[in-house]
């Protein structure tokens, strides 16, 4: 049977994705302060890996700053902007050389893309969107706790012998350290074996959504559904969103209906959310929009029909016609906030 | 031009059912449908045709029952379909589904490009379609929500791709794999003639042998992970219905969120 030398395999690696302006990704911090848990449990090194163009000292430091103790610097032009053939081979150098035993990596496009090459490649488990992470005490092997069948049900997956036990986790699953700039690390700079004919795609352009604030990423969501009318109807949950500083989304209606774009979407066939406040305004309550949003920390439900299944899981529920509702919290908000 | 559609066939149920023991899927009795990611791989894939001329493949891999998933894409105007099928295949993780498949798409021989589902609805891992890709040593772009150009003379294809905070236009040579998201296209229904002709076609089934995969890279024994514990997620505490007109619902509701330090 195909395997891993496991002994050879030490460590625990977070990968530190950067954004298109070239800052780390939340997510990347947040995986550090795992990581860092994860390390101090096996009594192993926790170490980042950052790739691009260039990896300044700026960028390393960020890592240790959030708990890293080496940072492998993988830099080489063709890095640039991310594609997945010269990431991934990159990637799989520095694994074959420096050997993690766990590999954590955001779960976002970019991470998934370069997740799921990676594990292909060097033949090693991978598990998708950890909700939980731990080191079994007996085998010290790392635990991965997952939803399926969109959070129906959780399954604890593990990687026997293979090497690195890989995963990704969503964004806002785990919790960063708080930043403690006095930290210092090794840096380690790689310069991977990868050229020209690796380039077999090429990042043209990116354009930014018009939204500030991304839906995956944001603290507070303002989702809309069938109740909400029309595109009209989404003025005023934009309206609602920005006095609170926070996204709109929408569900599975509403996006058919055409009143908003699929990016919005939240739900199983659209974006998984995990946000502090998510208030569902005229949204039933599919099980596949809960899938989407069921794991916010506070849900407030605002529908018309009382026997809305959104009810059933919403920390806070009013049942009234969203736009009696809306307008009125909206100017309470503005007033709290003016307040404050 | 030569399409593969490659689809999966999942339960459609909200009452999902596991083996506790095994930590696998119960399948039977539960009624099964294309994902819904891989209806828009085959729209889109039918669309590629119709601009194109050629064919789309449907390629499969699962129980003997997928055979009603790749009907289905055939019933849509998907003009062959394959079901990967083998006892030995089970147990599969995505490492070893993605290379079961790659072994299949490399016996169905010449393609222009590979279309899937960005991922599946019932295990929601996203991985299969970067490691068939990687398996193949073939371009892969994931979250594809556009097509922008495909040049057949020149081979160059150009994508947009919907990442976190906007779309990345992409470019690439064919032959390639894209995973596609729901806002790339509606997908069609069947048609009547469609489905007649689904009926009649005669599926290509393999086995493990027929697509020369290596017996230990295969099923649960050619997959690193393994499913541990299967378990039902703690329920969400009971919520708490805030009474009265707009006014006072909305007064009572911004000091309970005040509380909770979200506001």
Redesign the interface.
């Known amino acids: 049977m195909p395997s891993k030398d496991i002994d050879k395999f030490h460590g625990v690696w977070v990968y530190m994705e950067r954004a298109h302006t070239g800052e780390l990704v939340t997510v990347g911090k947040e995986l550090l302060g795992k990581g860092r848990d994860l390390a101090d449990t096996l009594g192993v090194e926790l170490a980042s890996v950052a790739m691009g163009a260039d990896v300044s000292d700026e960028v390393a430091h960020e890592c240790f700053a959030f708990g890293a103790d080496k940072v492998y610097a993988v830099e080489h032009p063709l890095l640039a902007g991310y594609t997945t053939r010269p990431y991934t081979k990159a990637f799989v150098e520095v694994i074959e050389e420096y050997k993690p035993e766990v590999l954590l990596m955001g779960a976002t496009a970019m991470g998934r893309d370069l997740a799921g090459s990676v594990a292909t490649v060097y033949y090693t488990g991978l598990t998708a969107d950890c909700t939980e992470l731990v080191i079994d005490d007996e085998t010290k092997m790392l635990h991965q706790i997952r939803p399926a069948f969109g959070g129906n049900i959780m399954a604890k997956i593990y990687t026997e012998h293979f090497r690195p036990q890989m995963a990704t986790v969503r964004p806002k699953v785990m919790v960063p350290l708080d930043r403690d700039d006095s930290r210092k690390g090794e840096v380690v700079r790689v310069k991977p074996d990868i050229g020209e004919a690796d380039l077999i795609a090429k990042l043209v352009e990116f354009v930014p959504s018009e939204e500030s604030v991304n839906i995956a990423e944001a603290d507070i969501i303002c989702a809309g559904g069938r109740g909400v009318g029309g595109p009209e109807g989404f003025a005023l949950m934009h309206e609602l969103a920005d006095a609170l500083g926070g996204a709109v989304g929408a569900s599975r209606a509403a996006i058919d209906a055409g009143w908003i774009e699929y990016a919005h979407q939240v739900g199983q066939t659209g974006r998984t959310v995990r946000p502090v406040l998510y208030i569902a305004c005229g949204i039933s309550g599919a099980i596949q929009h809960l899938a989407g949003m069921g794991t916010s920390e506070v849900i407030v439900a605002i529908n018309k029909d009382p026997e809305a299944p959104i009810f059933k899981i919403a920390t806070y529920g009013i049942v009234g016609d969203l736009f009696d509702v809306v307008p009125k919290l909206i100017d309470a908000i503005k007033n709290k906030r003016g307040d404050a | 031009m030569r399409v593969i559609a490659c689809i999966k066939q999942v ?1 459609d149920t ?1 009452e ?1 059912k ?1 083996d506790p023991e095994r ?1 696998t899927l119960i399948r039977k009795g539960v009624p099964a449908i294309i994902n ?2 891989d209806l828009h791989a085959i729209e889109e894939g039918l669309r590629l045709v119709e601009e194109f001329d050629g064919e789309v493949v449907v390629l499969s891999m699962g129980p003997p029952m997928a055979e009603d998933a790749v009907r289905e894409a055939i019933s849509m105007g998907c003009h062959d379909g394959v079901l990967l099928t083998d006892r030995k295949f089970a147990g599969a ?3 070893a589904t ?2 079961t498949i790659a072994k299949g798409v490399e016996k169905i021989g010449e393609f222009d490009i590979i279309i899937a589902g960005k991922q599946a ?11 068939i ?3 193949l040593g ?6 594809v ?1 556009k097509i922008d150009e495909i040049d057949l003379a020149t081979r160059k294809v ?1 994508v ?14 064919l032959p ?1 794999l894209i995973t596609v ?3 790339i296209n509606i997908p069609r229904f069947p048609s009547l003639i469609g489905k007649r002709k689904a009926k009649k076609a005669e599926i290509t089934t393999w086995g493990y042998e027929d697509v020369g995969c290596e017996p ?2 295969i099923g649960l ?13 703690e329920p ?1 505490g009971e ?4 009474p009265g007109d ?2 006072a ?3 009572v ?2 000091e ?3 509380e ?1 330090g ?2």
């Open positions: 339960p909200q999902i596991m930590g819904p990611f993780d995505t490492w993605s290379y609805t019932d295990g929601d891992t996203g991985q299969v379609g970067p490691g890709a990687a398996h073939i371009p892969v772009i994931t979250y929500v150009k947009r791709r919907l990442v976190e905070a906007g779309e990345e236009v992409v470019e690439t040579t390639c998201v729901k806002g230990e890279k024994g050619g997959s690193p992970t393994r499913v541990a514990k299967i378990f039902t997620p969400r919520g708490e219905m805030i707009p006014d619902a909305v007064a509701l911004i309970k969120l005040a909770d979200v506001v």
